[in-house]
């Protein structure tokens, strides 16, 4: 059973960054080559939206459209992990940032398509 630990979030002040990392582990007759990745975050109140995303051959990214130019996803195959840089924050960047992958996928923002999530890591963006 593939498992999924993000890491990394924190309180920042506006215009900083933080990287968050999501490392996953559980690999049984398995690879994490074979995954495809996705970052979402949820802010209180609100819905789970997609950050970005990343092809199981990392060839093929995406961002939401208000991450773009900031956020930078990467993956780290030897070591298992994906990562999710994040730059010029702002106070709407705030919330819940889930790790979720799904094997053989694609690079999309659905989360009906994931099949597994992480617990999540909490990003605060205040002066």
């Known amino acids: 059973q593939l498992q999924l630990m993000e890491t990394g979030g924190g309180l920042v002040q506006p215009g900083g960054s933080l990287r968050l990392s999501c490392a996953a582990s559980?690999?049984?007759?398995?690879?994490?080559?074979?995954?495809?990745f996705a970052w979402f975050r949820q802010a209180p109140g609100k819905e789970r939206e997609g950050v970005s995303c990343?092809?199981?051959?990392?060839?093929?990214?995406k961002y939401g459209d208000s991450m773009k130019g900031r956020f930078t996803i990467s993956r780290d195959n030897a070591k298992n992990t994906v990562y999710l840089q994040m730059d010029s924050l702002v106070p709407d960047d705030a919330g819940v940032y889930y790790c979720?992958?799904?094997?053989?996928?694609?690079?999309?923002?659905?989360?009906?398509?994931?099949?597994?999530w992480g617990q999540g890591t909490q990003v605060s963006v205040s002066s």
């Open positions: 979720a992958a799904q094997k053989f996928g694609t690079c999309d923002f659905s989360t009906q398509i994931y099949n597994y």
């Open positions: 559980g690999f049984v007759l398995d690879r994490f080559v074979f995954y495809a």
């Open positions: 990343i092809t199981s051959g990392g060839t093929i990214t």
